[in-house]
Nanobody
Framework: QVQLVESGGGLVQTGGSLRLSCAASGVTKSIVAMGWYRQAPGKQRELVAG???????DYKDSVEGRFTISRDNAKNTLFLQMNSLRPEDTAVYYC????????????WGQGTQVTVSS
Protein backbone atom coordinates (compact mmCIF):
# COMPACT_ATOMS: atom_id res chain seq x y z
CA GLN A 1 0.00 0.00 0.00
CA VAL A 2 1.41 3.37 -1.05
CA GLN A 3 1.58 5.93 1.73
CA LEU A 4 2.64 9.58 1.61
CA VAL A 5 3.89 11.46 4.65
CA GLU A 6 4.36 15.21 4.44
CA SER A 7 6.46 17.43 6.65
CA GLY A 8 7.91 20.91 6.74
CA GLY A 9 4.86 23.11 7.16
CA GLY A 10 4.67 25.84 9.75
CA LEU A 11 4.28 29.53 10.47
CA VAL A 12 6.45 32.03 8.64
CA GLN A 13 6.44 35.77 8.05
CA THR A 14 5.80 37.38 4.67
CA GLY A 15 8.90 37.04 2.54
CA GLY A 16 10.10 33.96 4.39
CA SER A 17 10.80 30.46 3.14
CA LEU A 18 9.70 26.93 3.90
CA ARG A 19 10.59 23.57 2.42
CA LEU A 20 7.95 20.88 2.28
CA SER A 21 8.81 17.21 1.98
CA CYS A 22 6.68 14.24 1.00
CA ALA A 23 8.08 10.76 1.58
CA ALA A 24 6.46 7.92 -0.34
CA SER A 25 6.56 4.34 0.91
CA GLY A 26 5.18 1.10 -0.48
CA VAL A 27 6.21 2.08 -4.01
CA THR A 28 7.06 -1.00 -6.04
CA LYS A 29 6.02 0.04 -9.54
CA SER A 30 6.05 3.06 -11.79
CA ILE A 31 5.44 6.55 -10.47
CA VAL A 32 3.88 8.56 -13.26
CA ALA A 33 3.90 11.94 -11.56
CA MET A 34 3.99 13.67 -8.20
CA GLY A 35 3.04 17.12 -7.08
CA TRP A 36 1.46 19.49 -4.62
CA TYR A 37 -2.03 20.88 -4.22
CA ARG A 38 -3.19 23.36 -1.63
CA GLN A 39 -6.51 24.28 -0.09
CA ALA A 40 -7.22 27.51 1.73
CA PRO A 41 -10.26 27.89 4.03
CA GLY A 42 -13.44 28.26 2.00
CA LYS A 43 -11.67 27.65 -1.29
CA GLN A 44 -11.29 24.74 -3.66
CA ARG A 45 -8.17 22.64 -3.73
CA GLU A 46 -5.80 23.94 -6.42
CA LEU A 47 -2.73 22.57 -8.13
CA VAL A 48 0.46 24.31 -7.04
CA ALA A 49 3.17 22.34 -8.83
CA GLY A 50 3.73 18.99 -10.47
CA UNK A 51 6.66 16.96 -11.72
CA UNK A 52 6.50 14.08 -14.16
CA UNK A 53 8.54 10.90 -14.12
CA UNK A 54 10.72 12.47 -16.78
CA UNK A 55 11.37 15.55 -14.68
CA UNK A 56 9.10 18.01 -16.46
CA UNK A 57 7.63 20.56 -14.09
CA ASP A 58 4.53 22.70 -14.08
CA TYR A 59 3.57 25.54 -11.75
CA LYS A 60 0.56 27.60 -10.85
CA ASP A 61 1.12 31.07 -12.31
CA SER A 62 1.13 32.83 -8.95
CA VAL A 63 3.96 30.67 -7.57
CA GLU A 64 6.13 30.55 -10.69
CA GLY A 65 9.58 31.88 -9.85
CA ARG A 66 8.99 31.61 -6.10
CA PHE A 67 8.38 27.88 -5.63
CA THR A 68 10.55 25.03 -6.88
CA ILE A 69 9.41 21.43 -7.04
CA SER A 70 12.00 18.66 -7.03
CA ARG A 71 12.21 14.96 -6.45
CA ASP A 72 14.74 12.49 -5.07
CA ASN A 73 13.98 9.40 -7.13
CA ALA A 74 16.23 7.13 -5.09
CA LYS A 75 14.35 7.97 -1.91
CA ASN A 76 10.91 8.46 -3.47
CA THR A 77 10.75 11.85 -1.81
CA LEU A 78 9.18 14.99 -3.20
CA PHE A 79 10.10 18.52 -2.18
CA LEU A 80 8.59 21.96 -2.55
CA GLN A 81 10.92 24.86 -1.83
CA MET A 82 8.79 27.93 -1.18
CA ASN A 83 10.47 31.32 -1.16
CA SER A 84 9.12 34.87 -0.94
CA LEU A 85 6.01 33.57 0.77
CA ARG A 86 2.89 35.71 0.83
CA PRO A 87 -0.19 35.65 3.07
CA GLU A 88 -2.21 34.31 0.14
CA ASP A 89 -0.01 31.21 0.15
CA THR A 90 -1.58 30.24 3.47
CA ALA A 91 -3.26 26.86 3.04
CA VAL A 92 -3.06 23.18 3.79
CA TYR A 93 -0.62 21.67 1.30
CA TYR A 94 -1.20 18.12 0.07
CA CYS A 95 1.20 16.02 -1.93
CA UNK A 96 -0.05 13.49 -4.46
CA UNK A 97 1.43 10.58 -6.34
CA UNK A 98 0.08 9.11 -9.56
CA UNK A 99 0.93 5.43 -9.56
CA UNK A 100 0.62 2.87 -12.34
CA UNK A 101 -0.28 -0.55 -10.99
CA UNK A 102 -3.10 -2.36 -12.75
CA UNK A 103 -4.67 1.03 -13.33
CA UNK A 104 -3.51 4.58 -12.81
CA UNK A 105 -4.34 5.64 -9.27
CA UNK A 106 -3.73 8.83 -7.31
CA UNK A 107 -2.64 8.72 -3.69
CA TRP A 108 -2.74 11.68 -1.31
CA GLY A 109 -0.83 12.72 1.75
CA GLN A 110 -2.51 13.89 4.92
CA GLY A 111 -1.68 17.54 4.39
CA THR A 112 0.59 20.01 6.14
CA GLN A 113 -0.42 23.50 7.24
CA VAL A 114 1.46 26.51 5.89
CA THR A 115 0.63 29.85 7.47
CA VAL A 116 2.18 33.10 6.27
CA SER A 117 1.69 36.07 8.56
CA SER A 118 1.57 39.62 7.25
Amino acid sequence: QVQLVESGGGLVQTGGSLRLSCAASGVTKSIVAMGWYRQAPGKQRELVAGISSGGSTDYKDSVEGRFTISRDNAKNTLFLQMNSLRPEDTAVYYCYLDYLDVNLKRYWGQGTQVTVSS
